[in-house]
């Protein structure tokens, strides 16, 4: 258990060390939104750009994870839309949020500092698979699914173009973009860059940390706390456990099966809470407040339950 909070604590305890520097008025809560621009426009495109010049295009095309990740994300997908729009009868906006909050990990700022401490041979890798594969598909269809429900059918498509187009300006995009392109060309860093990318890339862990302890001060708990534990027990629990069968489901398949560490660092990635941006964007649909709540107390349990994980995988410090 030792060696498991070992893991865990650094994360939490520097999530915790944001959230009372906040509290206490050592930083005011919008510097958060400072320390996220920098972690998001310089020290992950860094970060992605030095993980994969550094590997070779073989090892950073794995199909076989982005489809197993993929059919276990758009299982949760399914599952939650049925159970909001059927169990919980809410309406295709609020429904398309919920699944949301299920389905899209926060794979820079949670999923990457708990691969770092447990499996860092494949952390940078799994980052850029997990990156490139909830901005170009996951993130764009949700929100696509929330303006279909509150528009009406038949702008969805508008949704997605304009997510594509912004793309194109993300730094994250651009730095997977010229890390692809230096491997496939098997390009080799000059080493002053390679360091200067290096300095960057070490502040993601411990900043992006500090910058959710900030965020999560002042989040409302209010009377939406029922409505936002489905989304915390679908993101913590289905998650992890859809994209855990699907990678099984490979085999049988015929498709070949995902190497045992970047198998262990797909279910941990949709183990973590949801994307810290999760508020921000629902906002722009009047849905912050549970949205907002949802990420809390997802964040406090993912304690318990990352630690579980875990132990059920028998994952010490690397």
């Not at 090892?59 to 949760?76: K, Q, R």
């Not at 360091?195 to 002042?218: E, K, R, Y």
Request: aromatic share 10%.
């Amino acid at each position: 258990m030792l060696d498991i909070l070992a893991i865990t604590g650094p994360i939490y305890l520097s999530i915790a060390a944001g959230y009372l520097a906040t509290r206490f008025g050592f930083f005011a809560r919008t510097d958060r939104q400072v320390f996220g621009k920098f972690v998001i426009n310089l020290a992950v495109p860094a970060l992605l750009l030095k993980a994969l010049a550094e590997r070779s295009i073989e090892e950073i095309l794995n199909f076989d994870y982005i489809l197993a990740y993929l059919i276990g994300t758009l299982v949760v997908v399914g599952l939650g839309l049925f159970w909001c729009r059927r169990m919980a009868r809410m309406n295709p906006t609020t429904s398309a949020l919920c699944a949301m909050g299920m389905a899209c990990s926060n794979s820079v700022f949670i999923g990457y500092p708990v691969l770092l401490l447990t499996l860092p041979p494949v952390a940078g890798v799994a980052m850029a698979l997990n990156t490139t594969l909830e901005n170009v598909v996951v993130t764009p269809l949700m929100l696509a699914l929330a303006e279909s429900g509150r528009a009406g059918s038949g702008r969805w498509y508008r949704v997605i173009g304009r997510s594509l187009t912004r793309l194109f300006f993300n730094p994250m995009i651009i730095g997977l973009s010229a890390g692809f392109i230096i491997s496939l060309c098997r390009w080799k860093l000059p080493q002053p860059i390679a360091q200067t990318l290096g300095l960057f890339a070490m502040t993601t862990g411990a900043l992006s940390l500090f910058a959710i302890g900030g965020t999560l001060v002042g989040l409302p708990m209010g009377g939406v706390v029922r409505q936002a534990i489905p989304v915390m027990v679908g993101k913590l629990i289905l998650h992890p456990l859809a994209v855990f069968l699907s990678l099984l489901l490979l085999p049988v398949l015929g498709l070949p099966s995902v190497a045992p560490d970047l198998r262990l660092a797909a279910v941990l990635m949709a183990a973590v809470p949801m994307l810290g941006i999760y508020p921000i964007l629902a906002q722009m649909f009047g849905q912050e407040e549970f949205t907002a709540t949802a990420l809390l107390i997802t964040t406090i349990a993912s304690f318990f339950t990352l630690s579980g994980l875990l132990w059920v995988f028998g994952i010490v410090p690397a």
